[in-house]
C-alpha cells in the first residue's frame, strides 16, 4: 500500500498570503492518479485537482497542482478567507485507493 | 445534477453488523459511467476507502476491511448498499458515498454529505 505523507500539518497564513502544501508518497504515483480535495467543516471533501495538476470544474485558477514521482505540491497562490480548510491529496494504485492525513489551512 | 445520499442508523452496538444505503439521483446507475464507492472518516485513520462495486455486481474491497465488507447493488432503486461485520468502536465513523469514472477511475469526482455511525452498546 502507498503511503501519503502531507506535511505541514498545519499552515498558519493571513489572507492573501502563499500557501504551499506539501504530499510525499512512499513509493512513486502516476502523476495521472494524484488528487488533492479541500474539506470544510461538517462537508464532504470536494475535488480540486486531479491528474496532479489538473483544475475541477469550478476550481478557481488560484488554485494550482504540480510535482511528479514521490513528490506532489498544492499551491493557493493568493489564499482568500473561504479558503481556510483541510486539504488531503489522494492517490490511486492497483484498483485501491489511500489518502494523506491533511493539511489544516488556518488563519493567522 | 446527480446528487448521493447515504442513509441507514446512526447507532450500531459492537459485534453487530452495519447497514448504510446510498440512493443516487439525477443519474441512472446502469448507465455503467461509474464505479460507486464507500469511503469513511474517523479522527483515528483518517480518510479510508472501504471499496466500490459495479453496476454488473463487480466489487473490489480495501485488503484491510475485506473479510467484513459486502457491498451491493440495486438497479431498480439506483441504490447501492454497504455492509461492515462484526463491528467495534474502532468503525466509528462518518461513512461517505462516492463516485470514480469508469473510464478515469483515479479520483472521487462526487461525494454524499455523508452519515455519522457510532458503534456504541
Do not use: M
Not at chain 1, 44 to 62: E, K
Not at chain 1, 77 to 83: A, I, L, N, Q, T
Request: proline share 4%.
Amino acid at each position: 500500500e502507498i503511503v501519503l505523507t502531507q506535511s505541514p500539518g498545519t499552515l498558519s497564513l493571513s489572507p492573501g498570503e502563499r500557501a504551499t502544501l506539501s504530499c510525499r508518497a512512499s513509493q512513486s504515483v502516476r502523476s495521472s492518479h494524484l488528487a488533492w480535495y479541500q474539506q470544510k467543516p461538517g462537508q464532504a471533501p470536494r475535488l480540486l485537482i486531479y491528474g496532479a495538476s489538473s483544475r475541477a470544474t469550478g476550481i478557481p485558477d488560484r488554485f494550482s497542482g504540480s510535482g511528479s514521482g514521490t513528490d506532489f505540491t498544492l499551491t493557493i497562490s493568493r489564499v482568500e478567507p473561504e479558503d481556510f480548510a483541510v486539504y488531503y491529496c489522494q492517490q490511486y494504485d492497483r484498483s485501491s485507493y489511500t489518502f494523506g492525513q491533511g493539511t489544516k489551512l488556518e488563519i493567522k | 445534477q446527480v446528487q448521493l445520499q447515504e442513509s441507514g442508523p446512526g447507532l450500531v452496538k459492537p459485534s453487530q453488523t452495519l447497514s448504510l444505503t446510498c440512493t443516487v439521483s439525477g443519474g441512472a446507475i446502469s448507465r455503467g459511467d461509474y464505479y460507486w464507492n464507500w469511503i469513511r472518516q474517523s479522527p483515528g485513520k483518517g480518510l479510508e476507502w472501504i471499496g466500490y462495486i459495479y453496476y454488473s455486481g463487480s466489487t473490489y474491497y480495501n485488503p484491510s476491511l475485506k473479510s467484513r465488507v459486502t457491498i451491493s447493488v440495486d438497479t431498480s432503486k439506483n441504490q447501492f448498499s454497504l455492509k461492515l461485520s462484526s463491528v467495534t468502536a474502532a468503525d466509528t465513523a462518518i461513512y461517505y458515498c462516492a463516485r470514480v469514472g469508469f473510464y478515469v477511475s483515479w479520483y472521487f469526482d462526487l461525494w454524499g454529505r455523508g452519515t455519522l455511525v457510532t458503534v456504541s452498546s
